[in-house]
C-alpha cells in the first residue's frame, strides 16, 4: 500500500472552531517567535450603537500588551481604510452614550492581552482580513514603525505621566464650561416642566409625553412637596373623627387650648393697643 503524503496548504487563511480566522502576528522582521490573533466578524444582535456597524466592525482577540490602538490601526490598514479601533479589556457593549474623559482623569490602564473592535470604513475590507494567509505574519515594530517596549517602554511611560498644569487647567476649564451649560439645560427644562405641570382648579395636573427613549426625569421638589400635601389630605379625610371616646376627649382639650391661646393673643393685642392710645374696639 503507498504511503499517503500530506499536502500543506499555503497561502490559505487558518479558520477554527467558532468561526474565528488565525492571523499571524510577528513583533519584527528578525523575531523568530510568533504571536496569533483570532479575528472574525463582530456580529451581535443586542449591539445598536453606530459605533460599531455589524457590517464593518471586526472583532479581535488575544491582542498583545505591546500593541497599543495607533499600532493595531497601522496593523490593520492595510487592508483598508480604518475608522476606529477600540481596546478593552473583555468584550463588552460600547459606551457611546457616556462621556468621553480626559486622558488626565482616566485611571491606570491594566497591563495585559486585550479584545479589539476595528470600524472599517468600507465593507469589503473584512473579507480581505479574514482571507489574509496564515503564514504571512504582520510585523509590528518597523522602521517606519517602531514600538518601544522594555525599559524603555518604562522609561517613556514615566515621562508622559508627568502633567503640565497648562494642560490641565485647559482640560478643567473645558469640563466645566460643558457642566455648567448642561446644568442651565437642566434647569430651564425643569422649569418649563414646572409650568406645564401646574394643577387645575379641579387638581388635574397636565402631563407631558417625553421624546422616544427618554428616561424617566425625577421630581422636583415642589412636585414632591404638592404630592406630600395631596396624600396627608386625603389620609385625614379617610380618619374616623371622635370614634372612641379618648379621641373625643383629645379633641376637646385640644379646642379649648386653642380658643385659650387665641384669648391670650387677643389680651396681648388689646394691651398693645391701649399702650399706643388707639384701642379701636370696631
Same mark, same amino acid.
Given at each position: 500500500m503507498a504511503p499517503s503524503k500530506k499536502k500543506h496548504a499555503k497561502n490559505q487563511a487558518s479558520v477554527i472552531p467558532g468561526g474565528f480566522t488565525v492571523l499571524s502576528l510577528q513583533f519584527s522582521s528578525d523575531s523568530a517567535a510568533r504571536h496569533s490573533l483570532y479575528v472574525k466578524e463582530h456580529r451581535v444582535r443586542a449591539e445598536k450603537s453606530s459605533h460599531r456597524p455589524l457590517d464593518r466592525t471586526l472583532f479581535v482577540l488575544?491582542?498583545?500588551?505591546?500593541?497599543?490602538?495607533?499600532?493595531?490601526? #497601522?496593523?490593520?490598514?492595510?487592508?483598508?481604510?480604518?475608522?476606529?479601533?477600540?481596546?478593552? #479589556?473583555?468584550?463588552?457593549?460600547?459606551?457611546?452614550?457616556?462621556? !468621553?474623559?480626559?486622558?488626565?482623569? !482616566?485611571?491606570?490602564?491594566?497591563q495585559g492581552f486585550k479584545v479589539g473592535y476595528v470600524v472599517f470604513q468600507n465593507a469589503s475590507s473584512l473579507p480581505a482580513v479574514k482571507s489574509h494567509p496564515h503564514d504571512v505574519p504582520l510585523v509590528v515594530c518597523t522602521e517606519q514603525r517602531p514600538v518601544k517596549t522594555g525599559l524603555q517602554k518604562w522609561i517613556q511611560q514615566y515621562t508622559d505621566s508627568f502633567i503640565q498644569p497648562e494642560q490641565l487647567q485647559q482640560k478643567v476649564d473645558s469640563f466645566m464650561e #460643558?457642566? #455648567?451649560?448642561?446644568?442651565?439645560?437642566?434647569?430651564?427644562?425643569?422649569?418649563k416642566e414646572a409650568e406645564e405641570e401646574q394643577e387645575d382648579e379641579e387638581g388635574w395636573v397636565k402631563v407631558t409625553r417625553g421624546h422616544k427613549g427618554a428616561k424617566a426625569r425625577p421630581h422636583s421638589e415642589a412636585a414632591n412637596q404638592r404630592t406630600l400635601q395631596r396624600e396627608i389630605t386625603k389620609k385625614k379625610r379617610k380618619e374616623l373623627l371622635n370614634f372612641y371616646t379618648w379621641q373625643h376627649r383629645n379633641t376637646q382639650k385640644e379646642h379649648i387650648a386653642e380658643l385659650r391661646k387665641k384669648f391670650e393673643e387677643d389680651k396681648q393685642r388689646i394691651a398693645l393697643l391701649r399702650a399706643q392710645r388707639k384701642f379701636r374696639p370696631y
Open positions: 488575544n491582542i498583545p500588551p505591546y500593541c497599543s490602538e495607533d499600532v493595531v490601526k #497601522d496593523l490593520f490598514s492595510q487592508f483598508g481604510s480604518i475608522q476606529s479601533v477600540e481596546l478593552k #479589556d473583555h468584550p463588552g457593549s460600547s459606551q457611546e452614550a457616556g462621556p !468621553k474623559l480626559s486622558k488626565f482623569f !482616566k485611571p491606570a490602564e491594566k #460643558d457642566y #455648567d451649560k448642561h446644568k442651565e439645560e437642566e434647569a430651564e427644562r425643569q422649569k
